[in-house]
């Protein structure tokens, strides 16, 4: 009998994900690393290399068992060991709509539960550390001005790191009636969120200290000292080194770590 397993597989990365649900890259990436770790539990487990991996070889027992394997043997998250799951269930998602001999077999891996994890209350930075935070940047210096504009433009907007990068001075608006920024989230999706008179104040301050326009360019927002847009790891040390700063001089704050995550805007 012919084994169509591989068949399916490719068509689900480069058809289906790619192409027909625009999946983003990183989900790709995420899902094709799952299978690469699938394949080497079986050959590992059960001799079987992935080139001879069949439908028939799949069972319910063994993908149950390749769960266990990430949580024992490579030391998975609970999170992690979730995660693989739902790649192996979109995978056969796909197989169930197109592939009506292995309807049983995808029920089966379909049925196959996301294990409970226990979910930690969020994390957020009180009104004080706030307040110490955003007090470290030297303001009468270009750089200090445009590193607290950051810090309340992430706060403010609650926008992700991947988003604040990524801002363009045409998204945002600094009318007297409207002071908004135009976020640009993951799979495209677009958002316009009102920020406060002070961090419309703290933009218009670092716009003319580092003599940007407020004309709708197309010109990033945030830059480093060569004029490029800025990185993930550049926002990164920025926040890493006005949140050290700020423990350094109220040693009895900021006892849990601060991410761009936990700065933003809970409200």
């Known amino acids: 009998m012919k084994n169509n397993f591989p068949e399916f597989l490719t068509a689900f990365f480069n058809q289906y994900m790619e192409l027909e649900r625009g999946l983003s890259g990183n989900t790709i990436s995420s899902y094709s690393d799952s299978f690469l770790l699938f394949f080497s539990y079986y050959r590992d487990a059960y001799g079987i290399p992935p080139d001879k991996i069949t439908f028939r070889e799949i069972t319910r027992e063994r993908v149950t068992d390749f769960c266990l394997w990430l949580e024992s043997e490579r030391n998975s998250s609970i999170k992690t060991r979730n995660l693989r799951l739902t790649a192996i269930h979109s ?3 796909y197989v169930e709509m197109h592939a009506p001999a292995e309807l049983a077999l995808c029920k089966e891996i ?6 409970k994890c226990e979910r930690k209350p969020p994390v957020h930075l009180s009104d004080t550390e706030l307040k110490f935070l955003f007090a470290e940047p030297d303001i009468k210096e270009k750089k200090g001005i445009r590193d607290l504009c950051i810090l309340t433009v992430l706060y403010d907007t609650g926008a992700r790191v991947s988003e604040l990068i990524n ?28 920020i406060s008179s002070s961090t419309a104040s703290i933009i218009k301050a670092y716009y003319k200290s580092n003599k940007k326009e407020l004309a709708a360019t197309a010109s990033p927002v945030f830059t480093n000292s060569r004029g490029e847009a800025l990185t993930r790891p550049g926002v990164n040390y920025v926040l890493d080194k006005y949140v050290q700063l700020a423990r350094e001089h109220h040693p009895d704050q900021f006892n849990s770590k601060v991410t761009a995550h936990v700065l933003r805007n809970p409200n």
Not at 168 to 191: A, Q, Y
Request: charged share 30%; hydrophobic share 40%; net charge positive.
């Open 91 to 93: 995978f056969f998602r």
């Open 167 to 194: 801002l363009e001075t045409g998204d945002i608006r600094l009318d007297k009636s409207t002071t908004t920024v135009r976020l640009l989230g993951k799979g495209g999706k677009m958002r316009i969120v009102p």
């Open 110 to 115: 379909l049925g196959i539960p996301m294990k």
